[in-house]
């Protein structure tokens, strides 16, 4: 079983920067993809970014440039980099972590809030 442990949610004024952290620990694949979705309430659960063991991302639309994912040399820790946050950014963010391949969702974490403010 894999445990997922997010960090670095907060409240951010508008322009600011937040950097979200996600750690896995457990048993995992060590082909895999990490990534960050997020939630806002009366919406629908939408990737933000993704990061793959081979360093393949995938960002969500909204991003235009604004954020970077990364993961660091142990392959068990992914980090977004969130900078120009706009009021929309404000959510739950989830770390997420699926097998390489596989279509199904994978494990998920409990979630981080940010809150972008005036």
């Known amino acids: 079983q894999v445990q997922l442990a997010e960090s670095g949610g907060g409240l951010v004024q508008v322009g600011g920067s937040l950097r979200l952290s996600c750690t896995a620990s457990?048993?995992?694949?060590?082909?895999?993809?990490m990534g960050w979705y997020r939630q806002a309430p009366g919406k629908q659960r939408e990737l933000v970014a993704s990061i793959s063991t081979d360093g393949d991302t995938n960002y969500g639309d909204f991003v235009k440039g604004r954020f970077v994912i990364s993961r660091d040399s142990t392959k068990k820790t992914v980090y977004l980099q969130m900078n120009s946050m706009e009021p929309e950014d404000t959510a739950v963010y989830c770390c997420?972590?699926?097998?390489?391949?596989?279509?199904?969702?994978?494990?998920w974490g409990q979630g981080t809030r940010v809150n972008v403010s005036s």
């Open positions: 457990g048993r995992f694949f060590r082909r895999n993809v």
């Open positions: 997420n972590l699926r097998i390489y391949g596989d279509r199904l969702s994978g494990d």
